[in-house]
């Protein structure tokens, strides 16, 4: 019998158990990256108590419009995107990590603000409940962000290369497509396995129209996952081992 899926509260408990451990290791004065979806807000969240109670003075730039407008809401000070803007640490959640810690990220939208703040990062840190570390990336629907004229085109070249894409209707009226914050279209592919990233990086790359893909590859140093409610510590090809064996980032 295939074990059963964790309960939603538990995994919420696990998202923000990652979290909690990820604060630990922000620094006072840090400039941070701050990701998106429900991992990510639960980090947005206590580090506003962090700032609000004088523990940390950090300021921030948002890897989307809903991430920036909880930070704001919460007080912690906000970095519009500029030229020379370096983050010490960005952290973000994933929809999957493999052991080499390569992700699949987007399943919110925001994967194209997401790799930009990833590469303009020193640290990429990823926080995680107990379903997203897999041992091979691709059950879970790579996310495609693709400029609406050229999608006819990038559905036909993501068919060929075995990808299945499926434009992403939009949560609150499935009769409209999906928009990241830049207005452009999201696409679903669904190839069930990745065996090689790389390889399927590469081809993505190649597709005019096609702005950005969630595979996020030689990004992020290390995981925050939480394995039977225990917060473990993955670095690429590393782990996991109990976060408490490191006192600052590994
Ligand atoms: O990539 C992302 C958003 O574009 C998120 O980090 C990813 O979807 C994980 O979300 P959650 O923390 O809600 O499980």
């Known amino acids: 019998?295939?074990?059963?899926?964790p309960h939603p509260n538990q995994l919420d408990q696990e998202k923000k158990l990652a979290a909690a451990a990820a604060l630990r290791w922000v620094q006072d004065g840090m400039v941070l990256g701050l990701g998106t979806g429900s991992t990510a807000a639960h980090f947005i969240s206590l580090l506003g108590e962090a700032v609000r109670n004088g523990q940390l003075r950090v300021q921030a730039t948002a890897t989307s419009q809903a991430s920036e407008a909880q930070a704001r809401e919460l007080g912690i000070p906000l970095l519009q995107p500029r030229r020379g803007l370096r983050f010490d640490l960005t952290i973000d959640g994933a929809?999957?990590?493999d052991p080499q810690l390569r992700l699949i990220k987007g399943g919110g939208g925001a994967l194209l603000r997401e790799k930009v703040l990833a590469n303009a990062s020193d640290y990429l840190l990823i926080i995680a409940d107990s379903t997203k570390l897999?041992?091979?990336l691709g059950q879970f629907p790579l996310p495609?962000?693709?400029?609406?004229f050229a999608l006819p085109w990038v559905l036909d070249a993501v068919a060929e290369l075995g990808g299945a894409p499926v434009l992403r209707p939009d949560r609150r009226n499935p009769q409209e497509p999906a928009r990241s914050d830049q207005g452009n279209l999201l696409v679903d592919c669904h190839f069930n396995q990745i065996p090689?990233?790389?390889?399927?990086?590469?081809?993505?790359?190649?597709?005019?129209?096609?702005v950005e893909h969630g595979l996020?590859?030689?990004l992020a140093r290390a995981a925050l996952v939480v394995q039977?409610?225990?917060v473990m510590a993955v670095r690429p090809g590393i782990g996991p081992v109990p976060a408490t064996s490191f006192t600052q980032l590994p």
């Open 95 to 97: 929809d999957e990590l």
């Open 144 to 148: 495609l962000e693709v400029v609406p």
């Open 216 to 218: 996020f590859l030689g």
């Open 228 to 230: 039977s409610e225990q």
């Open 196 to 210: 090689d990233p790389a390889q399927v990086a590469a081809q993505l790359k190649t597709i005019p129209g096609l």
């Open 134 to 136: 897999v041992p091979q």
């Open 1 to 5: 019998m295939l074990p059963s899926a």
